[in-house]
């Protein structure tokens, strides 16, 4: 396992950059750990074409904010350590903002 590289300063950045596909790619692997990467593409695919998600989830690896295993002839992904305390640092967010009633 990883180490955390980031702060809640960079979760702030992360968050403000991030598409509605990288929302969607990484609420999917929160969901679904070691998910193949054929299956992110499937549940993805009523709403974007295939390039786009591979494009999410290539810049979510190279973030670090998920890591993959190579299993079968299929990468699997997963939260990483920074990836699970993002996902949490949003949450938190949103709670904050939903109970200040700023959404």
């Known amino acids: 396992m990883s180490e955390k590289i980031y702060t809640e300063v960079h979760y702030r950045a992360f968050l403000d950059k991030l598409s509605e596909a990288h929302i969607s790619v990484l609420s999917i692997i929160t969901d679904n750990n070691l998910i193949p990467k054929k299956d992110i593409i499937s549940l993805m695919s009523e709403n974007y074409s295939k390039n ?40 938190k967010q949103f709670e904050e903002e939903n109970s200040n009633g700023s959404l």
């Open 52 to 91: 786009p998600v591979v494009a999410a989830i290539d810049a979510l690896l190279f973030a670090g904010l998920v890591s993959f295993e190579y299993s079968k002839r299929q990468h699997k992904f997963f939260l990483s350590d920074d990836g699970k305390a993002f996902t949490e640092y949003v949450a």
